[in-house]
C-alpha cells in the first residue's frame, strides 16, 4: 500500500449513513464503499436503502454496502434503527448523521409545528443517535485512529440567509454548535466530531432549484467557484475526515460550498 493509499485510506472500517438513499448521503456512502469501507446505509425508505446498497456494490469498489429502514424521526426509530445497527455490528468507526428534512414558508405563513418537526429530525436525533450509538463508537475508537462522527450542517447554518427556510437555517446552526460541543466532550474518548456545511449540490432537497443543468448552471453562477457541488467534493471531504489524514481533527464545520461561507457583498473604499 502506497503512502498516499495509508493516508486517506477507511479500508476494513465499519459505517452507519443515515438518510443515505439520495442527495449527499448517498455520495458519502458512495465514496465510503468505493474506498472500501462497509457501510450501513439506513433512512425511512428501507427498500431504497437496499436498491442503493446494490448498486454501490456493482460499482466494483473494494468496500460492501447494506441497506435497510432507519427512521430518526422519533425517540422509538432511533431506538429501533440501534437495535438493528448493534445487531449488525460490534463496533462502529464512522457515524454520518446525514438525515435532514427543511421546510419553506414565508414569513407570514411559516407554521409553528414546523420547528419541532425539522428540529427534531436535524438536531435532536443527531444528539440522541449519537449518544445512543456511544458504545460502538467506543469500542472502535483507539489513540491511532480515532472513531468518527460527521454531521451534516449546512452553510445556511453558517450565514444569515434563511430564502424562507427559517427553521431548517436556525436548525444547522445548531448542529454546528452541537458538533462543536460534542467534539470536546468526546475528546477523551478518542471520538472525533465534525460537520459539513455544504453549499448546493443536486439533491431531493434542492430538486427545486437544481434540477437541471441549466438550473444547477444558473444557481453555480451565484457561487464564487462558479458551479455548484458534485459528488467527489463530498467523497473527498468525507474520505479525509475517516482516514489517518484526519484524525487530529475535530470540532471544525469544515465548508465545502465553492466560497460561499465568506462571500459577502461589502466594498469599504473600492468602487
Not at 468505493?34 to 425511512?44: D, E, K, W
Not at 448498486?55 to 466494483?60: C, H, I, M, P, V
Not at 419541532?116 to 460502538?136: I, S, Y
Amino acid at each position: 500500500m502506497s503512502y498516499l493509499d495509508k493516508l486517506f485510506s477507511v479500508a476494513g472500517k465499519t459505517a452507519l449513513v443515515t438518510g443515505a438513499a439520495t442527495g449527499i448521503g448517498r455520495m458519502v456512502a458512495t465514496g465510503l464503499v468505493r474506498a472500501g469501507a462497509h457501510v450501513m446505509i439506513a433512512s425511512r425508505k428501507g427498500e431504497d436503502c437496499v436498491k442503493v446498497a446494490n448498486e454501490l456494490n456493482a460499482l466494483g469498489g473494494s468496500g460492501h454496502a447494506e441497506g435497510f429502514a432507519g427512521d430518526v424521526s422519533s425517540e422509538a426509530g432511533i431506538a429501533a434503527l440501534v437495535a438493528e445497527v448493534k445487531a449488525r455490528a460490534e463496533r462502529l468507526h464512522i457515524l454520518v448523521n446525514n438525515a435532514g428534512i427543511s421546510w419553506g414558508a414565508p414569513l407570514q405563513d411559516f407554521p409553528y409545528h414546523a420547528w419541532a418537526k425539522v428540529f427534531g429530525v436535524n438536531v435532536t436525533a443527531v444528539f440522541h443517535l449519537t449518544r445512543e450509538l456511544l458504545p460502538l463508537l467506543d469500542a472502535a475508537a483507539s489513540d491511532e485512529d480515532p472513531a468518527r462522527v460527521i454531521n451534516l450542517g449546512s452553510v445556511m447554518g453558517t450565514q444569515p440567509l434563511a430564502d424562507d427556510a427559517y427553521s431548517y437555517a436556525a436548525s444547522k446552526a445548531a448542529v454546528h454548535h452541537l458538533t462543536r460541543t460534542l467534539a470536546i466532550e468526546f475528546a477523551a474518548r478518542r471520538i472525533t466530531v465534525n460537520a459539513f456545511a455544504p453549499g448546493p449540490f443536486q439533491s431531493r432537497m434542492t430538486a427545486f432549484a437544481t434540477a437541471t443543468e441549466e438550473q444547477a448552471k444558473h444557481v453555480g453562477n451565484h457561487v464564487p467557484l462558479g458551479r455548484i457541488g458534485v459528488a467527489d467534493d463530498i467523497a473527498g471531504a468525507t474520505l479525509y475526515l475517516c482516514s489517518r489524514a484526519g484524525s487530529y481533527v475535530t470540532g471544525a464545520i469544515l465548508p465545502i460550498d465553492g466560497g460561499q461561507s465568506v462571500q459577502h457583498g461589502m466594498t469599504l473604499f473600492k468602487e
